[in-house]
């Protein structure tokens, strides 16, 4: 059942329905990458804001840049490392089954076993 004179949609005090009444857009710009793989990546900056000349690509993680006929090579020579590899660096052995055993004797202390 219809009541009177609504409209919906819309609130009191709400903002005009036209985008151009409510902002002005900020002027942008299109700027191409491509990686070592070939892979093409557009972003959109603002105007007035410096370009990257090395910008990562989303695909593959390689850098890319603004030549599509010389990308860069590799930022990091080193290869891709684990969080354990890590984790090693910062740890040694003895320290990691001191962690280890104490994590085990509480886990045994919240599940109602003797230690050990």
Do not use: F
């Not at 009191?12 to 002027?27: E, I, N």
């Not at 990546?41 to 007035?48: F, G, K, Q, V, Y």
């Not at 010389?70 to 891709?80: F, H, K, M, V, W």
């Not at 490392?81 to 886990?107: D, F, M, Q, S």
């Amino acid at each position: 059942m219809p009541i009177g004179n609504v409209i919906r949609g819309t609130r009191v005090g709400s903002a005009p329905d036209r985008r151009a009444q409510r902002h002005q857009p900020a002027p942008c710009r299109t700027v191409t990458y491509w990686c070592r793989n070939a892979h093409r990546t557009e972003i959109r900056l603002a105007a007035e804001v410096e370009v990257p000349q090395v910008w990562d690509c989303p695909r593959c993680g390689l850098p890319a840049g603004r030549d599509a006929q010389n990308p860069p090579g590799r930022a990091r020579p080193e290869p891709y490392k684990t969080h354990l590899a890590y984790v090693k660096e910062r740890r040694t052995a003895e320290e990691g089954e001191a962690i280890l055993a104490e994590a085990l004797a509480a886990l045994r202390r919240r599940r109602g076993r003797p230690a050990g």
